[in-house]
């Protein structure tokens, strides 16, 4: 573990080394180098700026991953149980995954007004076709022994659930996860550009205008830092933990 976090912690250095190395040798102000870079961050969160903006995007990223996973798994899970279900249904997956975010996302502001709401169902609706997609073939790959068990020691619903079905998907609702995570706050970003006041996104098309690379950088950088800092304390050791009954 110490290790594997050692030579994460190197590479990036490695990468922050050649983009020193590559702003050295442009020399413009269009490619500030990271020391730069991170003077602004710790101005911004001095301010105060930084840490609002960022609590509010994490909010909508929450929320919005929280809706996505939880509908999405129940509507996998149905489709992959159910073969009428997943006839039925199946074409309305297919369409939704074949709708640009971006239309999704302007559809919903024109029909419900650039609100909170709005904001994060639209979110929400691009990522919950991906998650049912793959918990659909987490059910399907299902092992039938182990739920034939469930019904000979009646178990009942919630229990054949809850000890029998969801061990077996915890592999797929752990990809779903953090693939999912990743694809959500880039549509944030996207959300809060196009209609929101605040947020990320927001102060991201803000220094865009102002053609200020160097804030551009500095909110990015750290809103990464901080998703792969969640990756790493929160997806990384729940999958370890998740998985330890296949061992």
């Avoid at 050295?24 to 180098?33: C, D, E, R, T």
């Avoid at 073969?83 to 709708?99: A, E, K, T």
């Avoid at 944030?188 to 551009?216: A, P, Y």
């Amino acid at each position: 573990m110490r290790s594997s976090l050692g030579i994460q912690i190197g590479s990036f250095l490695a990468l922050l080394a050649l983009w020193h190395l590559a702003a050295v040798l442009a020399k413009s102000s269009l490619l500030p180098n990271p020391v730069m870079v991170i003077e602004v961050i710790g101005e911004a969160i001095a301010s105060g700026e930084l840490p609002y903006h960022l609590a509010i995007t994490l909010m909508r990223v929450l929320a919005s991953f929280i809706l996505a996973m939880v509908i999405g798994t129940a509507i996998g899970i149905a489709m992959g149980w159910s073969r009428s279900f997943n006839r039925l249904f199946d074409p309305w997956l297919v369409f939704f995954l074949n709708i640009p975010a971006l239309v999704l996302i302007i559809l919903i502001y024109v029909w419900f007004g650039l609100i909170e709401i709005a904001a994060v169902s639209a979110v929400a609706l691009n990522k919950i076709p991906n998650v049912a997609v793959t918990l659909r073939e987490g059910t399907r790959a299902l092992d039938k022994d182990y739920q034939e068990m469930a019904r000979s020691f009646r178990l009942g619903f919630a229990k054949t659930m809850v000890h029998v079905i969801l061990p077996q998907l915890y592999p797929y609702l752990a990809a779903t996860a953090r693939s999912g995570l990743a694809l959500i706050w880039k549509i944030v970003l996207v959300v809060e550009l196009l209609g929101r006041g605040n947020g990320m996104g927001f102060q991201l098309h803000l220094f865009f205008q102002l053609f200020d690379i160097t804030n551009i950088l500095a909110y990015s950088l750290s809103f990464i830092i901080v998703m792969q800092a969640i990756e790493l304390v929160l997806f990384q050791p729940a999958e370890r933990r998740i998985s330890r009954w296949r061992r």
